[in-house]
């Protein structure tokens, strides 16, 4: 969270210029450039709709659940702007950060609208790369930004001006099943210790269910991002203000080595390539007692059409270590890369993707359970999500509120951001970084050699920042 007073992380991160190049940034995610580069050979799901008269906006999006409602009834725009055709390209997740990082930083010009993070919104805009959204916004009738929760519209702005929107936003709580917790004698603090939420696995594991879903797919915004929140719960952090690296620090060391062993011992099967989809579904289906993941997930396990245990869940905050709120913050947002040629049909279509009314269309058409949940104060006035999401939409509202991306550890940093360092090298770095965590899960090598060559990663981007 950015404190009231604050305007959010530093475009360009902690500790260097405002701005960063194209050519440092792409050094940055050099493991995943180059993938993003072989275009739809990656997986690309080309989605056409409307007809081939009028202008092309092209949209690169994540091919979540909450996304996929958004092509099925993207019809609905083209009815109201005959003039514009909308062409989407869904990608799994890792695949999309990396070719829309490819695309924008390079100027490709593939895409009109893309999907991204208040990751990537601080120092793209920095940069140049995104179209600033403030004269649309400000142009657009009914609109209301305002709406938008603070902390996010602070993780997506540059100088004052918003650069993306948040399509939903999410902090992370602990997803239990209430029912199979009442049966075994089990109370759930409202706000649980990774000391107890192991217990728990523990004694709910010996009971034949997956004791708790942890992510252990490799990726920085796969198992990294659970993984981050427990580093900073338990004291621990990935440099100093010197830029030293500290992952092989007892406090790291003991954060990592008590996720693992939970995965290892009480999770879920395949748990190395184990990501937020496999664990959705593995604890849809009734076969998990816990599930500690992003906010956003209870539009998977409260949807009536697909999940088993609609009605049958508890919500508890993160876990913790130390007391302090240990959610993460993250928001899915779209923006217009500065080489679009159609800026007002991508921004129409931005505004229609991210309006009250888009949510309101949502519920009456698909269910309440998939409006897209975290980003606008007005959705959980709606009086049907209100009653649908009155066990877990305050708490997911109080999670946000609670996040400090600026403070993110008890110990001082040189960087910002809670589940990620908002650095350009974060890319790169965390994914390597997970990598080695996934192949500890796994169990083939322990966790303090996982620690070693996470260390070497470190501080070699460290260094960079030291010598700067």
């Excluded at 539009?299 to 905050?317: H, L």
Aim: aromatic share 10%.
């Amino acid at each position: 969270m950015t404190r009231q007073g604050d305007t959010g992380p530093a475009a360009g991160g902690p500790g260097q210029s405002s701005t960063v190049s194209r050519r440092a940034f792409l050094a940055g995610t050099a493991g995943t450039a180059a993938l993003a580069l072989t275009g739809c050979a990656t997986g690309a799901d080309k989605l056409f709709s409307g007809g081939s008269s009028g202008k092309t906006v092209t949209v690169a999006i994540v091919s979540n659940s909450q996304m996929q409602d958004a092509i099925s009834l993207s019809y609905l725009f083209e009815r109201e702007h005959p003039g514009v055709n909308i062409n989407f390209v869904s990608l799994p997740e890792n695949e999309a950060r990396a070719k829309i990082t490819a695309d924008v930083s390079t100027q490709g010009g593939e895409f009109d609208v893309v999907m991204i993070s208040n990751y990537e919104t601080p120092m793209w805009s920095a940069n140049g790369w995104l179209v600033n959204l403030q004269p649309y916004i400000d142009a657009t009738p009914g609109y209301d930004a305002g709406d938008f929760l603070p902390q996010l519209r602070a993780t997506l702005s540059h100088n004052g001006n918003l650069y993306s929107v948040p399509f939903y936003g999410e902090s992370s709580f602990l997803m239990y099943r209430k029912d199979l917790m009442d049966k075994a004698g089990i109370t759930m603090p409202a706000r649980p210790t990774w000391d107890q939420v192991q217990q728990i696995a523990a004694e709910m594991h010996a009971k034949g269910y997956v004791g708790i879903c942890l992510r252990g797919d490799p990726g920085w915004g796969e198992n990294l991002a659970p993984i981050n929140t427990v580093i900073n719960s338990f004291g621990g952090r990935w440099f100093n203000p010197a830029w030293q690296a500290q992952l092989t620090s007892r406090e790291v060391t003991h954060a990592v080595s008590t996720y693992v062993s939970m995965v290892q011992k009480y999770g879920e099967p395949g748990a190395p390539s184990a990501g937020f989809s496999e664990c959705a579904t593995l604890y849809g289906q009734g076969d998990a007692a816990m599930w500690y993941d992003a906010t956003s997930a209870v539009g998977a396990i409260e949807d009536p059409q697909n999940s088993k245990v609609v009605g049958r869940n508890g919500y508890a905050w993160a876990p913790s270590q130390d007391g302090r709120p240990s959610g993460w913050l993250y928001t899915w947002s779209l923006a217009i890369p500065s080489t679009c040629p159609h800026k007002q049909e991508a921004w129409d279509f931005i505004a229609w993707m991210t309006s009250k009314s888009y949510i309101q269309t949502v519920g009456s058409k698909l269910g309440w359970s998939h409006v897209p949940p975290g980003s606008r104060f007005s959705s959980y006035q709606i009086p049907e999500y209100k009653k649908l999401s009155a066990v877990y939409g305050p708490l997911t509202l109080q999670s946000i509120n609670a996040t400090n991306t600026a403070h993110p550890t008890v110990q001082p940093v040189p960087y910002t951001g809670i589940q990620f360092l908002d650095i350009p090298e974060f890319q790169d770095l965390g994914t390597n970084v997970s990598e080695q965590f996934s192949a500890a899960i796994a169990g083939q090598q322990s966790v303090a050699s996982a620690l070693s060559q996470a260390q070497l990663y470190a501080q070699a981007v460290g260094d960079s920042y030291r010598t700067a």
